[in-house]
């Protein structure tokens, strides 16, 4: 997610763009909540787009009021695999989860920075289907 929001060029700039309006819509929503969360409201912002049990997860644990956006892929939201920065999302289309490689490459003894690669490459080559947002039903 780091990667996506705060770099613009190639590849990321294929998802950049969306990516980062759908944080500052979560940033701006966050800014409306209570004095709580405001140490954590760029943190937050962007866990909250990662996937609905998270989202769900947030909004209970701070008593979050506002409107949250996750972002998905594909016409199918109710799945966590449309949920591309979900642990059981699939960023780059590979067939792997984002649990799974994350579990082969740290596991392997890779870094954080090396998972990050992973998740976004496919055969070297970036793979992400980007179909937009889902709105919180809250």
Request: aromatic share 12%.
């Amino acid at each position: 997610m780091a990667l996506i929001l705060c770099d613009a060029s190639w590849p990321y700039q294929l998802v950049h763009e969306e990516v980062y309006a759908a944080y500052a819509q979560n940033l701006l929503a966050l800014e409306q909540e209570g004095s709580a969360v405001q140490p954590y409201k760029e943190v937050l912002a962007a866990l909250l787009l990662m996937g609905m049990d998270l989202r769900n997860y947030f909004i209970l644990e701070f008593g979050l009021t506002g409107s949250y956006t996750v972002f998905f892929e594909g016409k199918d939201v109710d799945k966590a695999p449309n949920e591309p920065f979900s642990g059981a999302g699939d960023l780059d289309g590979d067939g792997l989860s984002n649990t799974e490689e994350y579990d082969l490459v740290v596991g392997s003894g890779g870094s954080i920075e090396d998972f990050a690669r992973s998740a976004l490459y496919r055969q070297g080559r970036v793979r992400c289907r980007w179909r937009g947002v889902l709105p919180s039903l809250c």
